[in-house]
């Protein structure tokens, strides 16, 4: 019911940015917490940040002060813009939709492909 493209991932020197995006498309109402979530190698999918519809933003404390979540309700698009990035941050970064209502009740929990970001030192 809910599709989710991500992109703008690459590879950036440490210290640059990068800006994600992720739209949602399909035959949903409304999309409720959307937000990106991160995995490196050997590594298990850790949560980034998080923004509801009405815009409340969380943030994991790796990421504060460096990345923003925002959304585009209109567009059903979140974005995520990474600055002073780390080679830490190095991983495949996720688009998740915890919750869509559809014509046929509410549905749970989405996930993107991922799109690659690497930062190299």
């Known amino acids: 019911q809910v599709q989710l493209v991500e992109s703008g991932g690459g590879l950036v020197q440490a210290g640059g940015s990068l800006r994600l995006s992720c739209v949602a498309s399909?035959?949903?109402?409304?999309?409720?917490?959307m937000g990106w979530y991160r995995q490196a190698p050997g590594k298990q999918r850790d949560l980034v940040a998080t923004?509801?519809?009405?815009?409340?933003?969380d943030y994991a404390n790796s990421v504060k002060g460096r990345f923003t979540i925002s959304r585009d309700n209109a567009k059903n698009t979140v974005y995520l813009q990474m600055n002073n990035l780390k080679p830490e941050d190095t991983a495949v970064y996720y688009c998740n939709v915890d919750r869509a209502t559809t014509q046929w009740g509410p549905k749970y929990d989405f996930w993107g492909q991922g799109t690659q970001v690497t930062v190299s030192s």
């Open positions: 923004i509801t519809g009405g815009g409340s933003e």
């Open positions: 399909g035959r949903f109402y409304s999309i409720g917490l």
